[in-house]
Nanobody, 120 residues
């Protein structure tokens, strides 16, 4: 079992910044991809950004140039630096990770979500 715990959400004014963190714990052999998704009320959960173990990143078009994803493989941690925030960035942000456990089982895990609210 692999658990993900997010932190760093909150309320910020438009144009401000927030940094989200997510730590993975459990019987982890390796983590392939870590990422962030978000879901606003009435909407589906969409990819914001993800990053492979090798550092290859992928961003949603709406956040390119404003958000930066990074990870610390030694700490099983992924970060999302969010700058120039807009009211439309308001959502619950979920951390995601996939990989293999120490028993060589594939895992796909989600965090509990952290609220990000951007006021205009």
């Amino acid at each position: 079992q692999v658990q993900l715990v997010e932190s760093g959400g909150g309320l910020v004014q438009a144009g401000g910044s927030l940094r989200l963190s997510c730590v993975a714990s459990g019987s982890i052999l390796m983590i392939r991809t870590m990422g962030w998704y978000r879901q606003a009320p009435g909407n589906q959960r969409d990819l914001v950004a993800d990053i492979t173990a090798g550092g290859t990143t992928n961003y949603a078009g709406s956040v390119k140039g404003r958000f930066t994803i990074s990870r610390d493989n030694a700490k099983n941690t992924v970060y999302l630096q969010m700058n120039s925030l807009k009211p439309e960035d308001t959502a619950v942000y979920y951390c995601y990770a996939n990989g293999r456990t120490s028993r060589l089982q594939i895992f796909n895990s989600w965090g509990q979500g952290t609220q990000v609210t951007v006021s205009s």
